[in-house]
């Protein structure tokens, strides 16, 4: 069975500040998903990475892909309040057709 | 251009009733996937529907049980319902395997 887990399970910080979320597993991934999702919606996508060691950045966020493809990391930086929500990682493989998801990253950004 | 939508968006049921979800995928979609989310947890992969057949399936139960229409739409079906069935059920659709999934907003179920 292919685990995701997610790192820290909880995260408030101040308008302004830097911060970084993992996500881990002891398997291989052929691509692995961010998602963010609000309260009473479903994940929005933000970023697929499918190569080992890829670095992709979507405006103040980076996302990275572990060179063995079982890790990844997303990088905030100057964090706003629009970016609270539940960060969640999600691995897939060739030819199947389901996800895997991690248990989320709840991030709190307080004005 | 019409998302995924899901109905109903609450639904309040009691212990060992039966229930049906619905999902309309995106256009141009032909997959749908059901996705499983326990307050607190990542969603978790219930099962998937491609050309009318169930393609593959996550470990639930018997109870749950699916079906896709010609037209691509989806529905959940779970028998005997019980307290832990309580959760927020995520359809999913993609154009096909690889392809990146896009939620509806889902229904909440609350099992009393």
């Known amino acids: 069975t292919q685990l995701l887990e997610q790192s820290p399970q909880f995260l408030s910080i101040q308008e302004g500040e830097n911060l970084t979320v993992y996500c881990n597993s002891s398997s291989v991934f052929s691509s692995l998903q961010w998602y963010r999702q609000e309260p009473g919606e479903g994940p929005v996508l933000l970023v697929t990475v499918v190569t080992g060691g890829e670095v992709k950045k979507l405006k103040r966020l980076t996302f990275q892909f572990g060179d063995a493809r079982k890790d990844s990391s997303l990088h905030i930086t100057a964090a706003q309040p629009g970016d609270t929500g539940l960060y969640l990682c999600a691995g897939r493989n060739t030819n199947a057709g389901k996800s895997t998801f991690g248990d989320g990253t709840t991030l709190t950004v307080k004005p | 251009d019409a998302g995924v939508t899901q109905s109903p968006t609450h639904l309040i049921k009691t212990r060992g009733q039966q229930v049906t979800l619905r999902c309309s995928p995106k256009s141009g979609h032909d997959t749908v996937s059901w996705y499983q989310q326990a307050l607190g947890q990542g969603p978790q992969f219930i099962f998937q529907?491609?050309?009318?057949?169930?393609?593959q399936r996550g470990n639930f139960p018997d109870r749950f049980s699916g079906h896709q229409f010609p037209n691509y739409s989806s529905e959940l079906n779970v028998n005997a319902l019980l307290l832990g069935d309580s959760a927020l059920y995520l359809c999913a659709s993609s154009g096909d395997t690889g392809s990146p999934l896009h939620f509806g907003n889902g229904t909440r179920l609350t099992v009393t």
């Open positions: 529907y491609y050309e009318e057949e169930e393609r």
